[in-house]
């Protein structure tokens, strides 16, 4: 694979789902730019915003950990700090760990060289320094990410998310070449709405996709996203999403941020976009509904650009509405094709490009749950279906084979001569 080292790959995804193959689109080529959202509202990420404002950074975080260096003890040193979780249901328990913690001594730090871990606990007594600012918060430090406090500590720090992103990746030892980009640059907080085809707007990334369950048996402040559980499926098909902010009038009020510039960056000189795998309207379409983003991947006829299929149904792709109570592959093309369009926004004229100019080749696991329409996916110009060996995740449902994959994708770049030899 050396000949394709070069090559250049922007994946737009969710944070979570493609986390088990990103690693290893390293095995392809050096360069690849994550594009992620930055309206995830569950987990730690909702109680620092709660408290602190600003943009969600959990799917960052997440995606920059799995790409961060694992050779080496201090590397792994590093990289278990920054994963490590607090104690969730137990805030007394949760707030002494992290006292511990940013105290400097606790175990985590053991392997962490003293240069390191004074830079490191810098940022994390800044991220405590901002929570103590804020008296009239009482900031709850259960289940709460070290990750995403060190990156909360860095972007009020710098006051920059791409600022704080360029340090979380020189801490977290991310390899030359491999880029984590927010969809959008903001210190505003910012919601993701979702408009469905009976009229009903939901409010909020996690209300969409994965609304948080009480795990405290009736009582206390025990709420988590558990992205493991089936939900039920939406009312009604999802029409649209969009963001909402609340700066400037004080309410809440759709708003139409711009790209992050390097994204369309990326793209111009993009060998490859692959579009998932995640949840289709909250993790894929909040970056593809930017002004730009369809006209720069329309612009580039000669990409390949494969759209991955999860193997399963979530929430947003199923519904009273939809065939069966499920999007088929077409469905789910269309989505993509209307996101990048801006075929529902509320302001300016929508672009009317094919489905063929976005996405000219669809994956799936083998033993997917999603319906493969070929014929129809041929109709709207679509007119390759790779098939991909599968694996089961730890819930037991039907994934990639990550390696399976990757042979896949530089497959297709040989046969569309963007590699020399295979």
């Not at 990420?45 to 799995?66: F, K, N, W, Y």
């Not at 830079?119 to 991220?127: E, N, Q």
């Not at 529902?344 to 009317?352: C, D, E, K, T, W």
Request: glycine share 10%; aromatic share 6%; hydrophobic share 40%.
């Amino acid at each position: 694979m050396a000949a394709l080292m070069q090559r250049a790959v922007v994946v737009f995804s969710g944070g979570t789902a493609f986390n088990s193959l990103a690693g290893h689109l390293r095995q392809l080529t050096t360069r690849v730019a994550h594009v992620l959202p930055v309206s995830d509202d569950g987990g730690s990420t909702a109680e620092i915003v709660r408290v602190l404002g600003g943009p969600a950074v959990g799917d960052i975080r997440s995606r920059c950990l799995r790409l961060a260096d694992d050779q080496g003890s201090e590397a792994r040193a590093v990289k278990r700090l920054l994963a490590h979780r607090l104690p969730h249901g137990d805030s007394a328990a949760a707030k002494a760990e992290w006292y511990q913690i940013v105290e400097g001594q606790s175990s985590l730090w053991d392997g962490v060289s003293e240069p390191y871990k004074h830079m490191i606990r810098a940022f994390l007594i800044h991220f405590h320094m901002q929570i103590l600012s804020h008296s009239t918060e009482q900031f709850n430090f259960g289940n709460g990410s070290i990750g995403n406090f060190f990156f909360a500590g860095a972007r009020t720090f710098f006051r920059s998310l791409e600022s704080a992103i360029f340090l979380f990746s020189r801490v977290a030892r991310i390899p030359e070449g491999s880029v984590v980009l927010p969809a959008i640059c903001t210190e505003e907080r910012i919601t993701l709405g979702a408009e469905l085809e009976d009229g009903t707007v939901v409010r909020g990334q996690n209300n969409i996709s994965h609304p948080a369950v009480d795990t405290s048996g009736g009582g206390g402040d025990s709420k988590l996203v558990d992205k493991s559980l089936d939900y039920p499926p939406l009312p009604s098909p999802i029409r649209r999403v969009f963001y909402l902010s609340h700066e400037g009038t004080g309410q809440e009020h759709e708003v139409y941020p711009p790209p992050n510039p390097r994204i369309l960056s990326e793209i111009q000189s993009s060998d490859a976009i692959v579009y998932g795998i995640g949840s289709l309207y909250t993790s894929i379409c909040p970056s593809l509904i930017l002004d730009g983003v369809g006209e720069a991947i329309a612009a580039r006829p000669e990409t390949l650009k494969i759209l991955l299929l999860n193997g399963s149904h979530d929430r947003e792709t199923s519904s009273t509405g939809t065939h069966d109570g499920v999007m088929r592959a077409s469905d789910i093309v269309g989505a993509v094709t209307d996101a990048l369009n801006r075929r529902r926004a509320r302001r300016g004229q929508p672009l009317r490009h094919p489905a063929g100019t976005y996405v000219n080749v669809v994956a799936v696991p083998r033993g997917a749950g999603v319906e493969v329409d070929r014929d129809a996916l041929e109709l709207v110009g679509v007119r390759e279906v790779v098939e991909v060996d599968s694996a089961r995740d730890a819930e037991g449902r039907c994934v990639y084979d990550a390696e399976a994959l990757v042979l896949a994708i530089g497959q297709l770049l040989y046969d569309r001569g963007l590699l020399a030899c295979a």
